[in-house]
């Protein structure tokens, strides 16, 4: 398992930041569950925008599609009682989900982090109120909200809507984990060298906080993942998420809840996705733990 | 102690007060209540046209012909209110659904319904996640590790209307092939107990409960069982266990008496979170089952546009957060003697 080439990179002072960069990849690479996950990951993607354009039959109902009609050549996942082609609802509602996940990772993460960076940074008051706004925050059941606000916009509600709606919601673990990060960091001799030399506030945050930050905001970000994929597919599921036509994986799922033994086509198609989504991104999530955890060496001492 | 659960329960009073705004402005935004109404009212006259009166009157039984901040303002402490209002005084405010709907009756009696669900299912599954971690660190990166791991990242993984209903199929699947109801799907007690000795009642009660509680165990086993492991793990690599051993201890001493001791503290203190987390859960657990819980509340107030229900649940789901991380801090303290709250 242990590369014999790795002593070289971590002793090499020269061109640091490609170094550390090329030292998590290499450390990345060695978690062979997370590679296999980021290749299934990768495939999930790719299934749910480039199959739709590849797949001769969309999500919506056409008339030539057989009714319930099981697996097979002609339709692979099977068909629903309707006339929908299973397999091309399961890449239009994993692309959905996806969409949704992903919004709620960048929007989430993005104000967790900055939120926690600044608390974290100026500490005293402002901290004070910043992170009581938090507590705040967290003493509201967050999917109760969100279930609430996207019920409001009955009818209109789409994939767009829910990811907002999530994200506001859901980036106050994210901000908490940050500030602890950045309270350490901040502590450290290289920050009150940067600021013995005159760099400004901004500088230090943005040039050596947050890149010190990244691991703990990267991890967040792919947890936040799943929790989104899992949360929209509850939201659907009871109807408060994206609405018909259109269609994601909560939703295939809660039109097929009594057909798990009769057409588990119908069923198990969809859950899987989720399934295979969320245990791909946290085997990701793992694997990028283990590579950004500098306290991690490649070198046995 | 005393001292310090007196400041903790005096430092959640404003910070469930101003949840409280934030939650009662977000409801507020989500629409305005009395909407449904005038669309049935249109559908059941004869030419589509409601009087304004009617209207009017609805407008000022809900509070809604005052502005938003008077309207917290009422909800909160029920002064200026027509005595239907106010939570301070323990009254919930009116219904949007029906004049005679007791939004704090309801949410009382179905309180107990659901706590029930919530509390049987958290301690299962933590308990089934003790003995998995444990296990899990004791054999590390041996088969049943591997194993054990990896059915706790597909439990992470698994969405709980997904697994819940598979478990309810599953059960009506059974009772075709059995011929008999050996699994009751549907409800919280059978339809009519009436007639029911009270251990006829309380075996009515637990079969019902039994496919619901093993479907809501899932949320709470995934996170508790990777919890264990790690603490199990931290204290198996400690020193006093090293010199436990180093000292000749036998191997079930030094697990029992000196290991599982110390790693049940940090579970201990994730219990009170479990059970204030698994209330998420159990809203789609009580919707595939067709249990009249408190989940179920939730939703029926949402799709009415019930703005005082939803407040209702939303205040009681924080308060049980609040109180929930209190005990949490609380049991560290008791359980690890480094701890002390001054």
Redesign the interface.
């Known amino acids: 398992m242990h590369d014999l080439a790795a002593p070289t990179l971590d002793t090499e002072p020269a061109g640091a930041e490609r170094g550390q960069g090329r030292l998590v990849l290499r450390r990345f690479l060695r978690h062979r569950l997370a590679v296999a996950s980021l290749v299934v990951f990768v495939l999930v993607v790719l299934f749910a925008f480039a199959g739709p354009l590849l797949w001769k039959w969309d999500h919506l109902l056409h008339r030539e599609i057989p009714s319930l009609a099981p697996p097979g050549a002609e339709h692979p996942f099977g068909t629903t009682r309707a006339g929908n082609d299973v397999l091309a609802q399961v890449m239009r509602g994993t692309q959905q989900s996806l969409k949704v996940a992903l919004t709620v990772a960048v929007l989430a993460t993005g104000i967790g982090s900055v939120w926690g960076a600044v608390a974290g940074f100026y500490r005293g008051w402002i901290d004070t109120v910043m992170m009581r706004i938090v507590d705040v925050v967290f003493v509201i059941p967050f999917l109760a909200v969100a279930a609430s606000l996207s019920g409001a916009v009955r009818g209109g509600v789409t994939w767009f809507h829910i990811a907002v709606i999530l994200g506001l919601v859901g980036w106050m673990g994210t901000a908490r984990v940050v500030r602890a990060m950045v309270l350490s960091v901040r502590e450290q001799e290289f920050i009150e060298a940067a600021r013995a030399v005159g760099a400004s506030d901004l500088r230090i945050i943005f040039r050596h906080l947050v890149p010190n930050t990244t691991g703990v905001i990267i991890v967040a970000a792919t947890l936040e993942i799943a929790t989104a994929i899992l949360a929209e597919a509850g939201l659907s599921f009871v109807g408060l998420g994206i609405q018909p036509p259109d269609t994601s994986l909560g939703l295939l799922i809660s039109s097929a809840t009594s057909a798990a033994f009769t057409r588990p086509w119908l069923f198990y198609f969809p859950g899987v996705f989720i399934i295979l989504i969320c245990l791909t991104v946290n085997f990701i999530g793992d694997g990028l733990r283990d590579a950004l955890d500098p306290r991690q060496t490649m070198v046995r001492r | 102690m005393y001292a310090y659960v007196a400041r903790r329960l005096l430092l959640a009073i404003p ?2 007060i ?2 409280s705004m ?2 009662f402005t ?2 507020d ?3 305005d209540p009395i909407a449904d109404l005038i669309l049935r009212l249109q559908q059941s006259t004869a030419d589509g046209s409601v009087p304004q009166a009617t209207i009017d009157a609805e407008r000022e039984r809900l509070y809604l012909d005052r502005s938003m901040p008077e309207r917290y303002w009422l909800w909160l402490t029920g002064i200026g209110g027509n005595g239907d209002i106010g939570l301070l005084q323990g009254e919930w405010g009116p219904s949007v659904r029906a004049e005679n709907h007791d939004i704090g009756g309801e949410i009382g009696s179905r309180f107990l319904v659901t706590f029930r669900l919530v509390l049987i299912a958290v301690f299962m599954a933590i308990g089934l996640a003790i003995v998995t971690g444990v296990i899990s660190a004791v054999r590390q990166y041996r088969k049943t590790d591997y194993v054990l791991t990896f059915v706790g ?2 439990a ?7 697994l819940a ?2 478990i ?3 059960g ?2 059974v009772n075709k092939r059995v011929g008999s109801t050996l699994f009751y799907t549907i409800g919280a007690t059978s339809p009519d107990t009436r007639d029911l000795s009270f251990a006829e009642n309380a075996g009515d009660v637990a079969g019902h409960l039994i496919l619901p509680t093993l479907a809501l165990m899932l949320t709470g086993y995934a996170a508790a069982s990777r919890y264990q492991r790690s603490a199990m793990l931290d204290v198996l690599n400690s020193d006093y266990i090293r010199l436990a051993r180093a000292k000749g201890l036998r191997n079930g001493v030094v697990m029992r008496r000196h290991a599982l001791r110390t790693a049940l503290i940090p579970i201990a203190t994730f219990a009170p979170l479990a059970i204030a987390g698994a ?2 859960g159990v ?2 657990v009580e ?2 089952f067709n249990w009249r819980g408190l989940g179920t509340y ?2 029926e107030s ?2 009415n ?1 019930d703005s005082y229900a ?1 407040m209702g ?2 205040v009681l ?2 308060t049980l ?2 109180c929930a991380n209190l005990v949490a801090d609380l049991l560290y303290a008791a359980l690890d003697p480094r701890i002390r709250y001054a």
């Open positions: 910070i469930l101003t949840a934030l939650a977000l409801v935004l989500s629409g990242f597909l992470l993984a698994m969405p709980t209307f997904w209903a598979l309810k199929e599953t009506i699947w209330f998420s809203v789609i919707f595939i939730l939703l949402i799709v546009n939803v649940w939303l789901a924080g957060v609040v």
